[in-house]
């Protein structure tokens, strides 16, 4: 698909490293991996902002024998080393321990939220507040903040988040009256569940989200069934934002009939349309050791999101390499677009998604796609 404006507009390169949160507190040199995979939401000043996922990592983890990892430890970070034979290095975002039992991992970046403010139409940076940056303020993100995803609900902005720590991995949630100064609520839902996008309005009186449970095991459909067994998006409700059942009903889940959606997870909050809710998602076909990421869209009934209303089976966007090709000498990886954010601007939508999970990226989508 062809798109008026789909363009970079912020990489690793528009970085600074100086004004990083971590600039001289470890005694080791840092790189920028990625800045990638923004929040985003429409300021009161008309113009757009977009909350970076940047992941900050050793120039040279590895020396004496082991591999180094950075970690926040109260107000301050700290490296730690682990012996390269009790590890498993293949994919670069992570290194596995051997011989655990189970999976356990550490990072290889440690990552941080920088907000960067974008003209109105998304097209270009007109400010960078590194004075806002959202850094790890608690044990439980000790290895970063991750994966912002921004829903304005009525006068006030909601900002959940990855937090990764060995406690858990879970997800928090930030709330604002601006969108630029932003208030850490706490842990608002437990262990692996990723990828949390709160409705941009409510449905009645209650807060709605899109959620993803992570596990190792899944119950197999029965055979003939049209659907796929794995990871799927659920729903959930609340009455404050801060409290959330889980829905009964399922929500979108993996077809049987493709492998390009074998596994899902959610993408941008869900906005309110004529037709429905607006839900765009992630379907990762398995490729590699990473898969390929793609984004897919769904409409939702408006008063009960769990009926899906129509589902697109052709993707809406695709990882392009020759956006990346300027500053493919920082690529690590490849074949991943990942769609984290919408804004109304009229006859189109501004979409805002991490691609490579090394640089951002702004799409123009026309409505009539969605028709």
């Known amino acids: 698909m062809t798109f008026s404006f789909d363009k970079i507009v912020f990489s690793p390169r528009d970085v600074d490293l100086a004004r990083s949160p971590l600039a001289g507190k470890i005694g080791a040199e840092t790189y920028i991996l990625g800045a990638f995979n923004p929040g985003m939401t429409r300021l009161a ?12 990592a050793l120039r040279n983890p590895i020396h004496d024998g082991h591999i180094h990892a950075l970690r926040w430890d109260d107000g301050g970070y700290v490296r730690d080393p682990w012996p390269l034979d009790l590890v498993d290095t293949s994919d670069p975002r992570k290194f596995m321990m051997r011989s655990a039992g189970w999976k356990v991992m550490a990072l290889t970046s440690l990552s941080w939220l920088l907000p960067v403010e974008l003209s109105a139409d998304g097209r270009a940076v007109v400010a960078v507040h590194y004075d806002r940056a959202i850094v790890p303020r608690a044990p439980y993100q000790c290895y970063g903040v991750e994966d912002a995803r921004i829903s304005r609900v009525g006068e006030r902005w909601l900002m959940t988040t990855c937090s990764v720590s060995p406690e858990r991995h879970s997800t928090t949630l930030y709330s604002s009256d601006d969108a630029l100064d932003w208030q850490l609520e706490g842990i608002v839902l437990d262990h692996q569940n990723k990828d949390m996008l709160i409705f941009e309005g409510l449905i009645g009186d209650t807060y709605w989200a899109q959620t993803r449970p992570l596990g190792d095991l899944y119950f197999a459909y029965p055979p003939g069934s049209p659907w796929r067994a794995g990871p799927s998006i659920n729903l959930a409700n609340s009455p404050d934002a801060l409290h959330w059942k889980p829905c009964d009903k399922p929500g979108i889940r993996p077809h049987a009939a493709t492998l390009a959606t074998a596994r899902m997870g959610g993408g941008a909050p869900p906005i309110s349309t004529e037709q429905g809710w607006l839900s765009l998602w992630h379907g990762v076909e398995p490729s590699g050791v990473i898969g390929i990421y793609r984004t897919y869209w769904s409409l939702l009934d408006r008063d009960d999101p769990s009926i899906v209303l129509r589902t697109s089976d052709v993707p809406l966007i695709e990882p392009d ?51």
């Open 45 to 56: 000043n008309g113009n757009l902002l977009l909350m970076v996922r940047v992941a900050e």
């Open 321 to 371: 390499a020759m956006l990346t090709d300027p500053i493919k000498d920082l690529m690590y990886i490849d074949n991943v677009v990942f769609t984290t954010g919408i804004v109304d601007a009229g006859d189109h939508y501004v979409v805002a998604s991490g691609e490579a999970d090394l640089a951002c990226r702004i799409t123009h989508i026309p409505k009539a796609v969605f028709v």
